[in-house]
């Protein structure tokens, strides 16, 4: 391989590394969930905004609003809630559980400028968790915050801003999430270990045939 040819094949490589991580799709999240579907007690979410200030009806569940408090941000024909004047500075609020220890997370996805790294529950901070962040222009993160063991309430009240103008949020997901009770964990190391005694007999068995 020539050195010319070398070059244009890093060239291209590089090229595609960048039109993947560089620009991410709109309104889909691009990172994993960080929650355990299975245990998820409420939930609600919006990957299209219909206002730009308070927003009442979630696209996913129920009992969730979202107000940007500003009162100075635009809705974007992409459905996004964009602030090009002023700080965004949010609150969602998601309706609880009588009873019960859960852990609660709120996700974000953003372009532009980021997202401050506290965010507050019921009064409570958490810092941000990053778990993508796209390069080149028109930045995309997404982000969460997790609270853990969290005693049930009536009412989840979540705050978190921007740090500067120019944030965009692309979408948000709210979640309660149940925390397993300690005899589960206990089931779950009784089982583990039952398997691990089960195959190393097998072994045993094996090697004395």
């Known amino acids: 391989m020539t050195v010319s040819t070398k070059i244009a094949a890093i060239a291209l490589a590089i090229s595609a590394t960048f039109t993947t991580s560089a620009f991410a799709t709109s309104n889909v999240w691009d990172s994993a969930t960080p929650w ?10 919006w990957d299209n905004f219909a206002f730009s200030v308070h927003n009442a009806s979630p696209e996913y569940g129920t009992g969730a609003t979202l107000t940007e408090t500003s009162t100075v941000a635009s809705l974007t024909s992409g459905k996004n809630i964009y602030n090009a004047v002023g700080t965004s500075n949010f609150i969602a609020t998601l309706l609880g559980s009588a009873s019960g220890t859960f852990d609660v997370y ?17 009064g409570i901070s958490a810092t941000l968790v990053e778990t993508y962040l796209s390069t080149g222009r028109g930045v995309e993160q997404e982000a969460y915050w997790k609270w853990s063991n969290v005693a049930a309430s009536n009412m989840y009240v979540f705050n978190f801003r921007a740090t500067e103008t120019h944030l965009s949020l692309d979408q948000l997901a709210l979640a ?11 089931m779950l190391a009784l089982g583990l270990g039952a398997i691990g005694i089960a195959t190393r007999r097998k072994r045993k068995q094996a090697s004395m045939a």
Request: aromatic fraction near 6%.
């Open 176 to 186: 309660v999430v149940a925390v397993p009770e300690p005899s589960s964990y206990a």
């Open 36 to 45: 355990d579907s299975t245990l998820v007690a409420q939930y609600a979410a």
């Open 106 to 122: 709120l996700r974000t996805a953003t372009t532009g400028t980021l997202l401050d790294t506290t965010a507050t529950l019921n």
